[in-house]
């Protein structure tokens, strides 16, 4: 979604941003990223922040870690603030204008783009972080979602992916799906997603932008996804918790869904409109259900219990408006 398109938009922001000050160097000579080696031979764990430079829920649960000494009890954990230009211009008064600065850094990584001639801040910095990003066995983005949505997991194209979120358990809806027509994510890039490589990354949407819940989720994730890879103790937390912020939101019990992306919708106008404010999670049980026009083109479901993934409710033209997904056992 264009930034433009929300400005006129009053967002409700509940938490402040972080003061990344302290972490700005870095200690790997790439601005922004902390490295921590254990004791004994394991995975390199990576986790990035601000791909989008407003997304800050996850910036603070990394933050958080970094204010308590990582000491990871095997293996190497990569911690990355990622679009430092765009989260420096965050206002709070105008929280959707921060998202990027010249592009979407999240539809840049694909090879061509990468080692291409073309430039912006965004691709620059991308092309900066690229070599710690291509050491990772584990990438976990952070996200969080302007409109209304039940979190979820992006696991793109890959079993391993999947595999992964469905061992994580929270949030409960994996959601596999070949990402956005205007650029590939990171998750999409060729470490992570050539089908006979082993690195594996996942996307986490933690929920709605600049709310609490959102931050406790992501903290949540992050101490589960060390456990599960041994630079933590799954009984106990990898970072003596700081003062007033919380070890880690408990993990739900239940088991997760897994979902499949059958349709991405593009919107090709700039009349693009659902027939109304949909949630991200809504389940539409009839096929061939009108949700959405764009311009004279009607939107239908194409099957029954048709799941809505981050419906868009003021999408630009030539940006993803929804993903139509199918459910699964």
Same mark, same amino acid.
């Given at each position: ?137 584990? *990438? %976990?983005? &952070? +996200? ?7 979190? $979820? =997991?992006?696991?793109?194209?890959? #079993? ?64 589960? *996804? %060390?456990? &599960? +890879? ?7 937390? $990898? =970072?003596?918790?700081?003062?007033? #912020? ?77 993903? $139509? ?5």
């Amino acid at each position: 979604m264009s930034v433009t398109e929300t400005e006129d938009l009053a967002f409700p922001v509940h938490v402040r941003a972080p003061d990344l000050s302290p972490w700005l160097a870095g200690n790997t000579g790439i601005a922004g990223f902390h490295q921590f080696t254990g004791p004994t031979p394991g995975p390199h764990v990576g986790i990035i922040a601000l791909i989008h430079g407003n997304e800050i829920a996850g910036a603070i649960a990394l933050e958080r870690l970094l204010r308590s000494a990582p000491r990871p009890r095997a293996g190497r954990l990569t911690l990355g603030f990622a679009n430092l230009a765009a989260f420096a211009s965050f206002d709070p008064a105008r929280p959707t204008a921060s998202r990027f600065l010249d592009e979407d850094m999240n539809r840049v990584w694909d090879r061509a783009t990468l080692h291409g001639n073309r430039s912006s801040r965004e691709l620059d910095r991308a092309r900066a972080i690229l070599p710690i990003i291509e050491t990772m066995d584990v *990438l %976990l983005d &952070l +996200h969080s979602m302007l409109w209304p949505s039940d979190p $979820l =997991f992006l696991c793109g194209t890959t #079993a391993r992916g999947r595999d992964l979120a469905m061992r994580l358990g929270a949030p409960p809806l994996v959601v596999a799906d070949d990402g956005h027509a205007s650029g590939r994510r990171l998750i999409d890039a060729d470490r992570f997603a050539d089908p006979a490589g082993q690195a594996t990354a996942i996307l986490l949407e933690a929920g709605q932008h600049w709310q609490t819940d959102s931050i406790d989720l992501a903290h949540a994730v992050v101490h589960a *996804l %060390l456990g &599960l +890879h041994g630079l933590a103790d799954a009984a106990e937390t $990898l =970072f003596g918790a700081p003062s007033g #912020a919380p070890a880690g939101a408990p993990m739900p019990a239940s088991a997760p869904r897994f979902a499949r992306v059958t349709r991405a919708v593009t919107a090709t106008t700039s009349q693009f409109s659902f027939v109304r404010p949909f949630r991200g999670g809504e389940i539409i049980a009839a096929p061939d259900t009108l949700i959405a026009t764009d311009g004279p083109a009607e939107i239908r479901t194409p099957h029954e219990n048709c799941l809505l993934v981050m419906p868009s409710l003021r999408a630009s033209r030539g940006h993803t408006a929804v993903r $139509l997904a199918r459910l699964y056992d």
